[in-house]
């Protein structure tokens, strides 16, 4: 097991790769940052992907995230999806996108499939085709090519690979493949913030075909949700109307931790959670919105979760929560898998804080 580099500490749990113990990156995160800094900026240079947020004066400033990359002639965003191409923002936008899709027999192992509609048939006849588990139908999972954000644990770290040379598909052309099995367009990713603009007209058009057809579609988002405010609203009503679930990834409360394991602020994420559970009491048959946190062991600790649930818990505490187990994965492969001890503990600390659903995901994983 690595010691820390900052307190010598070596009867935790320490990436050696992140160098630095909860305990220090929470306390002194001014000291160990820098170095932290390295390895973020190590992992985005292995895919060419910028290592800051461009800020160039002359830039054109894109619009869709809280970065506000001011991006130069022939340059790219931090989430390596939006570029300039003679004085215009392409990338992300209807004509196309960086995006794979698959379809995902309900139900599925999504995030929210415990309580949705897709999974147990709440909301019915609104919102589910069936008083229960929707077997014979279909999520079209849509998973797009970028981030920007850059988790050291991703999970699903090999959509860097296809940030730049992804599929390249229009929303009519995404839209076209939601079918008559089809009651549930999901976007993830990656994360949907930066192509926001062309998973909104896929809905849009996805949408008045299922009204057109007497069909259902419930359109639903996995999102670490640090878009720009006013996208916030095309956003909700899609899913507010439909009777999908918006889904928000809380990596981390603390924002130093946050930063460290993340390689950003998680304040933009937290303002606009709190902002759609403004929201929430507009749809009861449905939960609107949902949270869920990866247990990265040593890091994602009870502190962490005490924190995010006691958040969660003041904005509203009837708002689902899932503790989701974790597997070593990206730069931070030297880590652990979750433990069952461990999961048990976080959901009583969750619960203990006042929220009162707490799920716990990806039980397989647990050791």
């Given at each position: 097991?690595?010691?820390?580099?900052?307190?010598?500490r070596?009867d935790?749990i320490?990436s050696?790769?992140?160098?630095y113990?909860?305990s220090c990156?929470?306390?002194?995160?001014p000291?160990?940052?820098?170095?932290?800094e390295?390895?973020?900026q190590?992992?985005r240079?292995a895919?060419?992907?910028p290592?800051?947020?461009?800020?160039?004066?002359?830039?054109?400033?894109?619009?869709?995230?809280f970065?506000?990359?001011r991006i130069p002639?022939?340059?790219y965003g931090?989430?390596?999806?939006r570029?300039?191409?003679?004085g215009?923002?392409?990338?992300g936008?209807?004509?196309?996108a960086g995006?794979s899709?698959?379809?995902?027999g309900?139900?599925t192992n999504?995030?929210?499939?415990?309580f949705c509609?897709?999974g147990t048939?709440r909301?019915?006849p609104?919102?589910?085709?069936r008083?229960?588990p929707e077997?014979?139908?279909?999520?079209?999972?849509?998973f797009?090519h970028?981030?920007n954000?850059?988790?050291?644990?991703?999970q699903n770290w090999t959509?860097?690979?296809?940030?730049?040379?992804?599929d390249?598909l229009s929303?009519?052309?995404?839209?076209?493949a939601v079918?008559?099995?089809?009651?549930?367009?999901?976007?993830?990713?990656?994360?949907p913030t930066?192509q926001?603009?062309?998973?909104?007209?896929?809905?849009?058009?996805?949408?008045?075909?299922?009204?057109k057809?007497g069909?259902l579609?419930?359109?639903c988002?996995?999102?670490?949700?640090?878009m720009q405010?006013?996208w916030?609203k095309p956003l909700l009503a899609?899913?507010?109307?439909s009777?999908?679930v918006i889904k928000f990834?809380l990596?981390?409360?603390?924002?130093?931790?946050h930063?460290?394991?993340c390689?950003?602020s998680?304040?933009?994420t937290?303002?606009?959670?709190?902002r759609?559970?403004?929201?929430?009491?507009?749809?009861?048959a449905?939960?609107?919105?949902?949270?869920?946190?990866l247990?990265v062991p040593?890091y994602?600790d009870?502190?962490?979760i005490h924190a995010?649930a006691?958040?969660?818990?003041?904005?509203n505490?009837?708002?689902p929560?899932?503790?989701l187990?974790f597997?070593?994965q990206?730069y931070?492969?030297?880590?652990?898998?979750?433990?069952?001890?461990?999961?048990?503990r976080?959901?009583r600390?969750?619960?203990?804080?006042?929220?009162?659903?707490?799920?716990l995901g990806?039980?397989?994983?647990?050791?």
């Amino acid at each position: 097991m690595a010691s820390c580099r900052h307190c010598g500490r070596s009867d935790l749990i320490i990436s050696a790769r992140l160098g630095y113990c909860a305990s220090c990156i929470r306390s002194h995160f001014p000291q160990v940052w820098p170095q932290i800094e390295k390895v973020h900026q190590e992992s985005r240079r292995a895919f060419k992907l910028p290592l800051t947020p461009p800020q160039d004066p002359g830039g054109k400033t894109c619009t869709l995230c809280f970065h506000g990359c001011r991006i130069p002639e022939g340059g790219y965003g931090f989430c390596g999806a939006r570029r300039v191409v003679q004085g215009r923002l392409k990338g992300g936008n209807p004509s196309g996108a960086g995006v794979s899709h698959y379809y995902d027999g309900l139900p599925t192992n999504c995030v929210a499939d415990w309580f949705c509609p897709g999974g147990t048939g709440r909301g019915y006849p609104q919102y589910a085709m069936r008083n229960g588990p929707e077997h014979g139908y279909v999520n079209l999972a849509v998973f797009y090519h970028a981030c920007n954000f850059n988790c050291l644990f991703c999970q699903n770290w090999t959509f860097k690979k296809a940030t730049f040379r992804g599929d390249r598909l229009s929303a009519a052309q995404l839209a076209a493949a939601v079918n008559q099995r089809t009651t549930c367009l999901c976007y993830f990713g990656g994360d949907p913030t930066p192509q926001l603009p062309h998973a909104l007209a896929a809905s849009r058009l996805a949408s008045a075909a299922a009204y057109k057809a007497g069909r259902l579609l419930r359109i639903c988002w996995e999102t670490n949700g640090a878009m720009q405010a006013p996208w916030l609203k095309p956003l909700l009503a899609s899913s507010l109307a439909s009777g999908g679930v918006i889904k928000f990834d809380l990596k981390a409360f603390s924002e130093q931790m946050h930063q460290a394991l993340c390689g950003v602020s998680n304040q933009q994420t937290l303002k606009n959670f709190a902002r759609l559970a403004a929201h929430i009491s507009e749809r009861p048959a449905v939960p609107l919105l949902t949270a869920s946190t990866l247990l990265v062991p040593g890091y994602v600790d009870l502190e962490e979760i005490h924190a995010l649930a006691r958040f969660i818990a003041l904005l509203n505490p009837d708002i689902p929560y899932s503790l989701l187990a974790f597997y070593p994965q990206f730069y931070l492969n030297d880590l652990p898998v979750t433990t069952r001890d461990f999961a048990v503990r976080a959901r009583r600390v969750a619960l203990e804080a006042g929220v009162k659903n707490v799920h716990l995901g990806n039980l397989h994983l647990l050791t």
